[in-house]
């Protein structure tokens, strides 16, 4: 295995295959901003790959250090209860490996500011 970094952007998923675009256009502009590092997206249903599948596919690569950015608005059910027990038994499977698990990424300043800022620009009310 390398020392090599991963991030894994992880959703929900959806049904409708569009629903992944911002999350592929940030794994895109990810890349762009860090070529040496390895971004992928993973999905908690209805998408794939699976978190799961996604890890395994780091770990067969020799990916050591891998992190998994909830792309979630808010800690709701899934990442306080699923998501933890998951990343568990990955860790489990991969004990050479370190997984570690980001708060969800809308619970982040700089994400929060962004959306006021969008918010402000949609209503069309001047900044103070």
């Given amino acids: 295995m390398s020392d090599a970094n991963a991030v ?7 049904r409708d295959p569009e629903w992944a675009r911002p999350m592929q256009r940030t794994r895109d502009h990810l890349r762009a901003q860090a070529p040496a590092l390895r971004v992928e997206l993973a999905f908690l249903e209805f998408m794939t790959p699976t978190l799961e599948e996604a890890i395994d596919a780091l770990v067969r690569d020799g990916i050591r ?5 909830p792309m979630f608005i808010a800690q709701g059910g899934h990442l306080k209860s699923d998501v933890p027990k998951l990343i568990g038994a990955a860790r489990t499977l991969h004990a050479g490996c370190e ?17 006021a800022e969008y918010a402000l620009a949609c209503s069309g009310a001047p900044a103070t």
Avoid: T
């Fill in 8 to 14: 894994v952007l992880f959703g929900h998923g959806a």
């Fill in 65 to 69: 250090h891998i992190s998994v950015v």
């Fill in 99 to 115: 997984i570690s698990l980001a708060p969800a990424v809308g619970e982040a300043d700089g994400v929060i500011a962004a959306m």
